[in-house]
């Protein structure tokens, strides 16, 4: 039986009254327009607290990666700046699992652990990436469970910066080939989540990674609440399409918007 993880607990100060999420807006400069539409949301959003909850960019080798004029340190300077008016915590992803301590407190945001559970008004949410629940995806996990070690990042990380872009950009196209032969994609074990749940005493899971957005019943738990999971949107927001979304909490109420109107 897969083991339930420890869970950080975060509580939300009083003055908080709304919470913007997101997630796997997969940054990178070949798309400009989910940049835009993601910085445009950045200058503009009323939330008091930002939880963006993994794959924020599209890969990162290193915090060394962030030099001047680079694309990271322009991405960097937009955190900096909406620091100054929401408190913005960042976790981890599958594609951004390297973004180190350092970049994050230049940028001044708060390091958030892969699960945490939200304590606000009264209510409690388990956020997650998402990654983690998706047990059937056995290789993946057997992946993650390697550069998840100190060992392998220490060795990635001494790598020179330009062998490090190179690999990842190769293990990006090897990732586009494997989910382009896929017919049926890994989504997330609902019993699992509803263990998760259990031990958190939550009972709504908010969680990205497989980009399947929309709301899914998990049933009750042992005191006949309602289970709830919250799956957010990935931004893609190029070649005439647009899809990306924002999911706002205001005292209990979740509702999904768009970047524009959030």
């Keep these: ?69 680079s694309f990271e340190q322009r991405c960097g300077d937009l955190l900096h700046a909406a620091g100054a008016r929401a408190e913005l915590f960042f976790m981890r ?15 001044g945001v708060r390091d958030l652990d892969d699960p945490t559970l939200l304590s606000f008004h009264g209510q409690r949410y388990l956020l997650t990436h ?24 220490r060795a990635f990380l001494a790598r020179p910066l330009p062998e490090r872009q190179a690999l990842a950009r190769q293990m ?7 989910q382009a032969a896929q017919t049926v994609y890994a989504d997330v074990d609902a ?37 709830t999971q919250v799956v957010l949107s990935d931004w893609h927001v190029a070649d005439g399409e647009r899809r990306a979304q924002v999911l706002r909490l205001s005292q209990d109420r979740l509702t999904r918007l768009a970047p524009e109107a959030a």
């Design 172 to 178: 990006r196209a090897q990732s586009e080939q494997h």
């Design 93 to 107: 992803g599958n594609r951004d699992f390297l973004v180190g301590a350092e970049f994050l407190a230049r940028c």
């Design 1 to 69: 039986m897969t083991t339930v993880p420890r869970f950080a607990a975060l509580s939300a100060p009083a003055h908080w009254r709304t919470v913007d999420f997101m997630s796997d807006l997969h940054l990178k400069p070949e798309e400009p327009g989910t940049f835009d539409a993601w910085a445009d949301y950045l200058g503009h959003t009323p939330a008091d607290a930002l939880f963006i909850l993994g794959d924020l960019f599209e890969a990162w080798v290193g915090d060394d990666s962030a030099v001047p004029g």
């Design 191 to 227: 019993e699992l989540a509803r263990r998760w749940l259990g031990e958190a005493e939550a009972t709504t899971l908010i969680h990205g990674h497989t980009h399947r957005p929309g709301d899914q019943a998990l049933g009750r738990d042992a005191r006949g609440r309602t289970l």
């Design 130 to 153: 998402g990654d983690l629940l998706c047990t059937d995806d056995l290789a993946y996990q057997q992946f993650r469970r390697q550069v998840r070690t100190d060992a392998w990042q």
